[in-house]
């Protein structure tokens, strides 16, 4: 029945192939991919899914369910597909939309014979307020018994950590005055952030080495000659576990609130965009899929441990809910990092979506290995539920 998975995604290759290139070419930023779901859903129908639009209430989100009618696990796929401002797809979600669907699709093909039911996740906005995360608070995510998805890089690598994160914002009011003329009769905004920035660095100094607080300035004043009386600062809090961010943020607000006591302004708090959760990778389940690449023909010794250093994802919410991996699939020669023009270009390649074909089928085979051995999705559990 593994041959089958295989040889269902192999016949609608150039489907997958000629859906990657199309929404590669129509980038659409967070909570604005009408087309990319679009075509991933009408895909999704043609391989007699059930469809769930604007899941969530999110208008570009969607649950499709491909259900056996028999007992036996539930295997989650997610999909991503939003762009970003100015370089488009060089996180290559193209290929990550498409993975998530041709996997489900694949599995689907033989759940009539060994049971259980596939669920393809649309998740739009990773980037920004990602998806995922609306839908692990309202716990959807509870109705699976694993979820996966694999994102393109320029190496193999198996599902790792990620950073918990916060996005904190800070607007300062002060007074207007002319900053020549009478500047005795303002209060400087900007001074504010200045000195929540000097605040900050000052605490860089008695943080974990995991920590991570950067942050920039959105809106300081329009013209030199005038005390700016409103100006906002915007950081990113990030840390290896949910706990120490919840700390760390705590700290930075104090750094905010002496910066208004210094400088005579006023402050207001709030998070500009959602939180995301620390990635727990399931090392079973991840154990599973690098089995199946190497089944597919990846050397085992181009599968590497996750490298140093690390961003936030909204699969960390998921993994908090459900047993989870997040691998990578090579899809370049060169070392190009994602979020730059020369990654989405390595994206729209002919090896980018040979990649994107390898990933999908080792979703699938590694779906099938949960669905029809107990013991794997036993200890699969027993770890998740060490973890929590």
């Known amino acids: 029945m593994k041959q089958t998975i295989i040889d269902t995604i192999e016949q609608h290759k150039k489907t997958f192939e000629e859906i990657s290139i199309y929404i590669g070419e129509n980038p659409e930023l967070g909570h604005e991919e009408f087309k990319a779901s679009a075509i991933l859903i009408k895909t999704l129908l043609d391989h007699d ?11 570009t989100a969607f649950r499709a ?25 060089a996180c290559g ?42 839908m692990a608070e309202k716990d959807i995510f509870s109705e699976l018994d694993v979820a996966m998805m694999v994102h393109p890089l320029d190496n193999n690598m ?24 009478s500047p005795h009769m303002g209060i400087n905004a900007l001074d504010a952030v200045i000195q929540t920035f000097n605040s900050i ?11 991570r607080i950067h942050g920039i300035i959105p809106e300081g004043g329009k013209a030199a000659n005038v005390v700016p009386d409103y100006a906002v600062a915007q950081f990113y809090v990030r840390a290896a576990k949910r706990e120490y961010v919840n700390e760390l943020v705590e700290k930075v607000k104090k750094c905010a609130e002496g910066a208004a006591l210094q400088t005579g302004t006023t402050f207001k708090v709030s998070n500009y965009e959602f939180s995301y959760d620390d990635m727990i990778s399931n090392d079973t389940l991840s154990e599973a899929f690098t089995n199946e690449l190497v089944s597919l023909g990846i050397p085992v010794e181009e599968i590497y441990e996750q490298r140093d250093g690390s961003g936030s994802l909204d699969m960390g919410n998921v993994s908090q809910a459900v047993p989870s991996i997040h691998p990578y699939i090579k899809i370049c020669n060169e070392a190009y990092a994602c979020h730059t023009h020369e990654f989405r270009e390595a994206a ?7 990649a994107m074909i390898v990933g999908a089928k080792s979703m699938a085979l590694t779906g099938y290995e949960v669905l029809t051995n107990p013991e794997l999705l036993q200890k699969i559990k027993a770890e998740f539920n060490s973890m929590k």
């Open 93 to 134: 979600h193209n290929l990550i939309g498409t993975m998530g669907i041709a996997a489900g699709i694949g599995l689907s093909k033989v759940l009539a014979e060994i049971g259980g039911k596939v669920i393809v996740y649309g998740t739009p906005a990773e980037e920004t307020k990602g998806g995922k995360v609306t």
């Open 158 to 181: 198996k599902s790792g950590a990620s950073l918990a994160m916060d996005a904190i914002q800070f607007e300062f009011f002060g007074k207007a005055a002319h900053a020549a003329a």
């Open 201 to 211: 660095n000052a605490l860089r100094q008695h943080v974990t080495s995991d920590a």
């Open 49 to 59: 899914f059930e469809i769930e639009r604007e899941f969530c209430g999110l208008p």
């Open 65 to 89: 369910v491909f259900d056996s009618g028999k007992e036996g696990p539930v295997i989650g796929f997610m999909s991503e597909y939003d762009a970003l401002p100015e370089v488009g797809h």
């Open 348 to 354: 729209m390649t002919d090896q980018a979506r040979e």
